[in-house]
């Protein structure tokens, strides 16, 4: 089955720097990789997804790219606020008949001093 | 849109009793997702149904721990009987299916179950 590494497992930033997660999966037949954010005590949410024919994929502070031939993936929060400290969640998802279920990396804890 | 609706928020129970959590997904959505999130394990998949149907619950750690999905609009999640270790926050999470490409999954707000 699938299996998603992510690093680090915790990262503390200045307010106004970028922070950068990287995760990396194993089944090259994943083709959809959302990641998620979830704040303590919260749900987590969705944030921003990209799928394999594209390369990147940016939504204002938010940039996610991915690597098919490495087969790994990144986050990339640039400007950062102290409301961007939580926990984020990688995952990769692979399209099958009987369904695309999630695999989740073990995700990064993101504190952003200010 | 009311999102993934789960009950109860919180539930607090001795060793050994019945335990059943519901989730009502996203109107029109046809797969739901049963999430189980600790520190220890992270978030990890117990079950998951597309119309109604399970699909996989290799997920589900043992017998006790059963669900079903009787209609579109209800799953259940049940413990039987619970255990200390069974405490956790319980996530459901459901996403439309359109067989042809991944949809996102939206998240409940969670069940926080503690087993004394």
């Known amino acids: 089955g699938e299996n998603v590494e992510q690093h680090p497992s915790t990262l503390s930033v200045q307010e106004g720097d970028s922070a950068v997660i990287k995760c990396t999966y194993s089944?090259?037949?994943?083709?959809?990789f959302p990641w998620y954010k979830q704040e303590l005590g919260k749900r987590p949410q969705l944030i921003i997804d990209i799928r394999s024919n594209v390369g990147e994929k940016k939504d204002q502070r938010i940039a996610v790219t991915l690597n098919k031939t490495a087969k790994h993936f990144s986050l990339h929060i640039t400007e950062t606020q102290p409301e961007d400290s939580a926990v984020y969640f990688c995952?990769?998802?692979?399209?099958?008949?009987?369904?695309?279920?999630?695999?989740f990396g073990g995700g990064t804890r993101v504190l952003v001093k200010p | 849109d009311a999102g993934v609706i789960q009950s109860p928020r919180h539930e607090v129970t001795e060793m050994g009793q019945e335990v059943t959590l519901r989730c009502k997904p996203i109107?029109?959505?046809?797969?739901l997702f049963w999430y189980r999130q600790t520190m220890m394990r992270g978030l990890e998949l117990l079950i998951y149904f597309n119309n109604n149907v399970p699909i996989d619950d290799s997920g589900m750690p043992e017998d006790r721990f059963s669900a079903k999905m009787p209609n579109a609009s209800f799953s259940t999640l049940k413990i039987q009987p619970s255990e200390p270790r069974d405490s956790a926050v319980y996530f459901c999470?459901?996403?439309?299916?359109?067989?042809?490409?991944?949809?996102?999954?939206?998240f409940g707000d969670g069940t926080r179950l503690s087993i004394l």
């Open positions: 109107s029109g959505h046809n797969s």
């Open positions: 089944d090259s037949a994943s083709n959809y």
């Open positions: 995952a990769a998802s692979t399209l099958r008949a009987a369904g695309n279920k999630l695999t």
């Open positions: 999470a459901s996403s439309p299916r359109d067989g042809y490409s991944n949809q996102p999954q939206h």
